[in-house]
Every structure is written in C-alpha cells, then in structure tokens.
C-alpha cells in the first residue's frame, strides 16, 4: 500500500535531493536521443530497402537480357 506523504510543519524545509534536476534532465536528454536514433535507423532501414530493390531489380534485367540473347544466339531467332 502506498505511504501517506508526511506533512511537514511550516518553517522546516522539507528534504530535497540536490540531484533529482540533474537525473530528470539526463533521463529526458537520454530518452530524446534514443527517440532521434530510432528515428535515423528507420530512414536508413528505408534507404536500404529501396537500394537492395533497385539493385535486385536491375540484376534480374540483367540476367534477363542475358538469357533472351543465349536464346536467340542458339536457335537462331
């Protein structure tokens, strides 16, 4: 179960941790690169993608083109 929050009394200042600012600005930093890498490495997945298509794509043409001259240079078409 969860703890009441203790009332402090007026003119006692309550505990603060001197690094509770520092922690929160490294954890937003961390989570906003984290956020900007996810970000690059679906554009560079992307890149990818459209690169190994285009590179499969003009080799099938490629081997086409290949195979239809062996064709005609055999049966003399």
Do not use: N, Q
Not at 21 to 39: G, P, S, T
Not at 52 to 76: N, P
């Amino acid at each position: 179960m969860a703890e009441r929050v203790r009332e402090v009394p007026s003119g006692e200042v309550p505990p603060v941790d001197p690094d509770a600012v520092d922690r929160a600005y490294r954890l937003h930093r961390a989570r906003r690169r984290a956020r900007l890498e996810r970000r690059r490495a679906t554009k560079r997945a992307s890149l990818r993608f459209w690169v190994v298509l285009v590179v499969l794509l003009a080799a099938s043409v490629f081997l086409a083109v290949t195979i239809w001259r062996e064709v005609e240079r055999l049966f003399g078409l």
